[in-house]
């Protein structure tokens, strides 16, 4: 092939992605689960693999796998401590890993109604809603980002769409009482050290009173109130983004049947949808393009 | 082209599948939702259209999808009440259509948790298990079938797989403390009119009560175990069917790391997977193939 | 639990599902591969396992998967020769399994155009359709089923649809050029042994020809000449079965632009869609609906 | 709800996704497609829309939507051509519009093989592989990206993996003739005006030759020299980038039922799976992490 051509290696990671985990935890006959997917990803001194195939830097993706699986035996916790535990252990244990970015996803289960409190072994699995969690490290800089994603809401009233401006693409008419809907991804950056179960619980309780009690003027307003509330509530996040779909719900026109719909019967379209993208800092807060880049997709 | 080729036409059905449809109840101020995918299907008469490309008895799908749409706008009520009224609109309406298959996938949503009775119009929509009904009808014989899917379930404890038989491929060891964990489809059929909702309700819970209480010694008896109270908490029902695939969790081997594993860490495979197919009968219940047929896919 | 409810086992079948092999053949240098996904069920007598949890005839799941990574290591061939052998196999072992259900899907691979003939060893994956194939057995009945899914064709012109019945709920108007899509699924059945590649390939052909050289006045009528031309190609074949969304393209009303649209601009929608289901037989066959049935899903 | 938090607005870009349209050109009888998925985003000042619910900046995402179908009146072109014009008319149209992101997925078809040179206007749809491309513009800086997905490589022998650490976790023993398969997501930046369609071409065919040309001593490497390639082989680009999940075929172990299994028989896993994901640049190339994070998602 002659001599290797000029090019430079550029951003790059590797591991390995979506290993699932269930960590049962027997410690006395009311078993608790936990059940995560984690994907780990290294960065570092890697050149030498791309550019000579030199793979004595390359810490197997299957060694990744196995670790998690090891650490998974002293117990899982907080989705964000795990993936910590993970970055401190694959940072420190090879010189030239100088970060890299380790996610999970995590299923939440409930007991099956038997009894008072539910079953002791038996559960059933939740659900839509997904916990998300990630930890970007490079060099000294640690970020832990929390989320989660598919929360579908709903109203079926309190949102309007007026206003906007009229080009001569422009045929949708205004809106004074729509059907507001969105599938809720989100992820918040946390500036500290938190309490990484309670701020969860309370960042999404914040965000859902929120998505209630706001008067709804766009979608676009709406992820703000829902941010500012997930600030208020969590005083360790210091930004928080959303990807929300906006899932069209159009009334159908029953005057052709002799029919009125006086805002009862929507028909609901997966496409197109509207994509709504925001985010909102506290004041004073850093900002952290390359952790958002890192945490979302390589390309 | 020249004379058509003498091949006759065969089992046939045709109509709209997956209209999205949500009704939203605006009686009050506090708002309830109806949100079903409905496929309507037909069936009589239709030689012509296939063999000449005679259209004379084709409803059209577009039409099915409106009568959909318009029939919403007097409520939906139980969705196997719906589907009796399409099912009735059509055959009633249409000398050559004697017969369909209409089904619905319902989805619940629950009121976001403000105040202490929940918001009046903003919902979260419950992820993961969804209800299924159909209704099939052939002539005179019309045939309610309730159901669900995607109820995914676990136990941690309390399954075993033992007694097997042992041939030259068989290496899959013996198992007394094992995970049991499945997604559960189940289909039952009524044999007469019943207060739909609340069969249904009893139906899902007798279902998982028995596999919460249930000492498993195989998938297949478990799903019998859950028939039998299925048909012993809904007297109308008179014959019940599952399709479970057998989720696999591995017990991880934590030994090559100098760690020993006491039923604690999986690894879950979402393939291949056991996939465990049963039905169960009230004693005297007519067989209902057809039924059963019709119901499930075409080809 | 005190005694067994007085329920019967019905209709039922089990085993793997989705077992995924590649068979490299490298008996030169120039490899060829077999890429399937395989999934093995068995009927009989399999009463004591659901009632009494006795697995003493439970051939495992997993031992059915271990036969087919075992069958392969001498090839594989035909998916249909394939599936034959594995019910050979499992019917002639044990003396309680009667039957079963034996299905595969194949994935096709092309050689990475190198050279005239193109690379000796590296692939392809040829994505969108797939060959799919099915055994099943009932005693000493067995049906061999061939077919694909996801053949996806359209046709720009040369389709209309007019002539169909109106009533209160059609507002459908009569189109006399429209744009025909579809997605092909399909399943016929062989009347006797065949070369099951061949008749394949005639097949696969047929369909698409008659698909190019109709002026379809229907999906439905497009479907019967599609199924005339494949049993006028493969004479083995006495039934076939279709089943094809109608994946709808709206041409875009552009006159709120100023502009005119002369069936140029098209919209695609994947939801809802129509679902033409039809099957042709050739005349003097005998009908086949516990097959069919027991190929396509179970509830 | 008192004054709103003291939050500052982030990043932010709304608009509509997915808009599936279909451009059939017939200009002659001979009619062909182009058949796009388009995304359209705006980004600029939109912060009294967040904060105020003041929608006179909101280009509505209805209007975005309709601008697609109206300027695919004119044709398509190439993908990157076709968003670079939606660009020049959103940042041209409305002051307050600084920038955006325009993104496409191309779905290709084949004229169905009638005759010598293929049907007029009946089509087969190719699966997997899809084309893609992006524009992101901010401020006077716009980037094209040029890409595809989905594309999925095997090599059936070519390929090993030795010489990585082990620590107390590595249990992969080396291999060296491994199965190498992959699913390519590739990007690639151009530095200036190229004949898109062209350079596209030659991308795919460089980065395929690479593929099966090289010899791999790791998907790492086959990533650098497939990148490599096309630098060499459209001299307009400037940077790629690679998400390459490394799709494992485990060597099945056929000895506890007497069989070898010289290379020949072999499980696909979907999950877990390795991450590649690698960049190469030109020399000299300035870095472009803004337009990446742009390009990927948002959170």
Chains 1, 2, 3, 4 share one sequence.
Not at 94 to 111: K, L
Not at 228 to 234: E, N
Not at 250 to 265: C, I, M, R
Not at 266 to 282: K, T
Request: proline share 5%.
């Amino acid at each position: 092939m002659g001599p290797p051509p000029p090019y430079a290696l550029g951003a790059n990671r590797y591991g390995k992605a979506e290993v699932r985990v269930l960590r049962v935890d027997r410690a006395t006959p009311r078993h608790a689960l936990a059940d995560l997917s984690v994907t780990s990803q290294l960065t570092g001194d890697f050149e030498a693999a791309h550019v000579a195939g030199d793979n004595a830097h390359v810490v197997a993706t299957d060694t990744q796998k196995n670790t998690v699986y090891a650490f998974a035996r002293d117990g899982i916790g907080a989705p964000e401590e795990f993936l910590l535990r993970l970055a401190d252990h694959f940072t420190g244990s090879f010189a030239w890993v100088t970060g890299g970015r380790w996610t999970a996803e995590q299923y939440a289960w409930s007991r099956i109604a038997v009894g008072d409190t539910g079953h002791d072994h038996a559960f059933t699995r939740d659900g839509g809603e997904v916990r998300t969690a990630a930890v970007v490290r490079d060099g000294d800089a640690t970020t832990v980002l929390a989320g989660l994603k598919d929360l579908v809401v709903l109203a079926s009233t309190g949102s309007e769409f007026v206003g906007f401006p009229r080009d001569r693409f422009t045929t949708l008419p205004e809106a004074t009482d729509r059907i507001l809907s969105t599938s809720v991804t989100a992820r918040w950056r946390y500036g500290g050290a938190v309490a990484y179960d309670e701020a969860y619980a309370a960042a999404r309780t914040a965000m859902l009173e929120a998505f209630a009690d706001t008067h709804s003027l766009s979608l676009q307003q709406t992820a703000y109130a829902m941010g500012s509330a997930v600030l208020d509530a969590v005083p360790e996040a210091v930004e928080i983004r959303f990807s929300m779909p906006n899932k069209h719900h159009f009334l159908v026109d029953l005057a052709p049947f002799g029919l009125d719909n006086p805002g009862e019967v929507f028909s609901a379209a997966d496409q197109p949808y509207g994509l709504i993208e925001a985010s909102v800092l506290r004041e004073g807060a850093e900002p952290a393009g390359a952790v958002w880049a890192s945490a979302a997709g390589f390309c």
